[in-house]
């Protein structure tokens, strides 16, 4: 099938690898732009980009969609069978929606309805869902919104974080699309009722709020790995909270932040956050007994705001 594949990060590259594998020909590859990346903000190729340049595949990386005609007349003339699309990172407007024969198949880490938007895979951890998964859609003008052709969940393992739910994902993106191709399978409406959104993450959502309850600030940390990553301040440096367990008993007498003993325990709008394994900006992650004997944080240290 001749097919143009479209996506940016880490978590497309196994479907563009399995499309090529499968003897797929891809026409043609979309991708976000090369930028400044690192401390060294040395300009770099997204994980697509890399992949693609790797099969000898031609490379296309607008910085925009909406208005570029010269990208909406590239991609029509093709001549595709369908275009998939996981994670690319930008709108595509009607004139590439309506170009394939069989339209744009996007790889969307979620159950739909549930977790339209940007960060589908944070979401799921943040808000406690036992279950995940992917699904395969065609895609129309709205958010996610289009019909479904295939879908399969995955439980979420209680401990899980966002980085090990994204390697999942991906390669169940990348299992479903090749049956998707196969099997053609009739589109279906999403259920009218149901719907939820994932907004595009920022680094500000990963500053930890110590007045809410420790059980929702240990999924926090673990949503947010690896980025935008949870962090708090200690002493006017970042902290960032790379791994942590949570214990609801309640605490007595201590205002949230306050760590309640010399292990890094610390207190939470209900219950406390043990914090397992940090790292200051700029310096080495550390687990907590190795911080701490660098970092004394002594029992009514207050951490935050």
């Known amino acids: 099938m001749r097919l143009a594949f479209m996506g940016s990060p880490d978590f497309a590259v196994p479907a563009l690898l399995a499309l090529h594998t499968a003897g797929h020909e891809i026409a043609a590859v979309w991708c976000q732009p090369p930028r400044p990346a690192g401390r060294g903000q040395a300009v770099r190729r997204c994980a697509v980009h890399v992949a693609a340049d790797r099969l000898g595949l031609p490379v296309r990386t607008p910085a925009r969609l909406r208005q570029a005609t010269e990208e909406h007349e590239a991609f029509a003339a093709l001549g595709l069978d369908a ?10 407007p009607p004139a590439m929606l309506d170009a394939p024969k069989r339209g744009c198949l996007n790889i969307h880490a979620s159950l739909l309805p549930r977790w339209r938007g940007a960060a589908p895979i944070q979401a799921a951890i943040l808000h406690g869902d036992a279950a995940s998964g992917v699904t395969i859609m065609r895609m129309d003008p709205g958010l996610d919104t289009g019909p479904m052709l295939l879908a399969e969940s995955v439980p979420i393992p209680s401990r899980a974080t966002a980085a090990a739910l994204h390697d999942v994902l991906s390669d169940l993106g990348a299992r479903l699309i090749l049956r998707a191709l196969l099997e053609a399978p009739a589109p279906v409406p999403q259920p009218a009722e149901g719907a939820t959104y994932a907004p595009r993450l920022t680094r500000a959502d990963g500053r930890i709020d110590w007045t809410a309850p420790a059980d929702a600030l ?11 990553g949870a962090w708090t301040i200690l002493g006017g440096e970042v902290l960032k909270i790379l791994a942590a367990e949570a214990d609801p008993a309640p605490v007595a007498q201590a205002a949230p932040g306050t760590a309640l003993d010399a292990g890094l325990r610390i207190a939470c709008g209900a219950g406390s956050l043990r914090l397992v ?13 190795a911080f701490l004997r660098g970092h004394p944080v002594p029992a009514g240290t207050s951490l935050g705001p």
């Open 83 to 92: 275009a998939v699309v996981a994670a690319y990172g930008l709108i595509l």
């Open 218 to 228: 240990d999924r926090r940390v673990r949503a947010f790995d690896p980025w935008p």
């Open 277 to 289: 394994r940090v790292q200051v900006a700029g310096r080495a992650a550390l687990d907590a007994h």
